[in-house]
């Protein structure tokens, strides 16, 4: 499947996506089937990871699905197990309980498609809006696609009052370190060029993961957009697991990275 050049499909270019890079990466991939690694870390969804699976292989992309179940203590891994019988494409990964930045990590190491997509395991995020979240980067005008959670334009499900202040704050400081506008570096939803990927330096185990890959990518000036997505939050009761220590946990992640040799 291949996408036409739709400037309606190319999003918000921020800033950080300036530089060498974004001049030496001009060209558009045209008639080419769009290849995309899904990389899925999950820890205790059982009661929605195979509906992701299947939204996944409803797209039609060129797809690979790897996940990697973090010391599961439900279902989880039964049911990708079970989907993957007769699915060469779908991989299941097992480690301990290190954390989402450990799970990512690990699936970031077996991607094998052109296009990569950090996807959660438990619906807060839709499949559905990934055709459009890869468009810049098959078109060849993004190196990373950030889906927006915060820039209006699709269903989003009134949720977490101080959350919200907090992913705010955090994309507001993400400005004043790199000097870019993203809305929502606290996103769950981010596509790459796999390149791009392989070479992010990445350490964290933990949530730290999101502000890591955030500060990394505006600190190499690589060429990022931002993509309005449909957002159903859960509530800590149906499962939510972030809590307001991780912000701070992205705070002190943030400063590290903008300081950072390179």
């Known amino acids: 499947m291949s996408l036409p050049r739709d400037p309606a499909l190319v999003g918000r270019r921020h800033r950080c996506g300036t530089g060498p890079r974004a001049a030496a990466r001009t060209s558009v991939r045209l008639n080419e ?19 992701v699976l299947a939204r996944i292989d409803a797209l039609g992309l060129d797809t690979q699905i790897v996940v990697v179940d973090d010391g599961s ?8 197990e079970a989907y993957a019988v007769g699915r060469p494409h779908v991989e299941l990964l097992r480690q301990p309980n290190r954390g989402k930045g450990s799970a990512v990590r ?4 077996r991607v094998s498609k052109s296009i990569a997509v950090i996807q959660d395991a438990d619906m807060e995020y839709d499949p559905a809006d990934v ?13 990373v696609v950030y889906g927006s959670r915060l820039s209006g334009g699709a ?3 009134a949720y977490l009052f101080w959350h919200l202040i907090g992913n705010r704050f955090l994309s507001l400081l993400t400005g004043v370190l ?33 502000p890591e890959i955030t500060g990394e990518i505006c600190r190499r000036k690589l060429r990022i ?11 800590y009761a149906e499962g939510k697991n972030i809590t307001w220590r991780d912000g701070f946990t992205a705070i002190g992640v943030l400063v590290m990275v903008r300081l950072r040799r390179r």
């Open 178 to 210: 790199f000097n870019t506008t993203l809305s929502d570096m606290e996103t769950g939803y981010k596509a790459f060029d796999s390149d791009v990927l392989r070479s992010l330096r990445l350490t964290r185990d933990d949530f730290g993961i999101e």
């Open 131 to 143: 055709v459009r979240l890869v468009a810049p980067i098959e078109q060849g005008v993004a190196d």
């Open 73 to 80: 203590t439900d279902a989880t891994a039964s049911i990708v």
């Open 106 to 109: 690990l699936a970031a190491t």
């Open 33 to 51: 089937p769009i290849g995309v690694s899904f990389l899925i870390p999950a820890y205790n969804e059982a009661a929605t990871i195979g509906e």
């Open 155 to 157: 269903p989003q499900r």
């Open 225 to 235: 957009y931002e993509m309005p997505i449909s957002y159903y939050g859960r509530t």
